[in-house]
């Protein structure tokens, strides 16, 4: 079953976000509050560096989306993506709703997120992105970081 993320710029400031996994879809917004591209992009590259567990937030007005990613193993993971409806709450992640729950590959989650910023990146270019995005430029760094990643180690994430 393989993971889809699909991340669109909708007016400024604000983003679209459709994660599917076999049959199950969810849709996610995210605002200029946070870093939400980068974050996701920046996460793929802690995953696939091997660290043990990763969380980050898409800003809403008012609630958020909390991305929760554990390493299983050496190549597999384990993804949650609840919802808060408090922003900024820091509320533990057993008060959230689970919206979305998978295990999968480290591999497939960086490409997947590397395949969404890729589409963004062609559909906006960088300084669009920042007209767009306001608050936050498109995460050049962390992408070319992520691109190496993929390059260099392939499937023994």
């Not at 969810?26 to 043990?52: K, P, Q, R, W």
């Not at 567990?53 to 958020?64: A, I, L, Q, R, T």
């Not at 193993?73 to 993804?79: A, K, V």
């Amino acid at each position: 079953m393989p993971l889809t993320i699909e991340y669109s710029l909708r007016g400024a400031g604000w983003a679209d976000c459709k994660v599917c996994f076999g049959d199950r879809s969810i849709e996610l917004t995210a605002s200029y509050l946070s870093d939400a591209l980068g974050n996701l992009v920046l996460a793929a590259c802690m995953a696939y560096s091997g660290f043990h567990s990763v969380s980050f937030g898409f800003d809403e007005e008012p609630g958020e989306y909390r991305w929760v990613i554990d390493r299983i193993d050496g190549t597999e993971m384990s993804l949650r993506i609840l919802e808060f409806d408090e922003l900024w709450s820091n509320a533990p992640n057993e008060a959230g709703r689970e919206l979305l729950s998978c295990e999968l590959g480290v591999q497939e989650f960086a490409s997947a997120v590397h395949q969404a910023a890729t589409t963004v990146l062609g559909k906006h270019g960088t300084d669009e992105y920042l007209v767009q995005w306001v608050e936050h430029e498109f995460p050049s760094h962390q992408m070319a970081l992520l691109t190496l990643m993929l390059e260099r180690y392939g499937n023994d994430a």
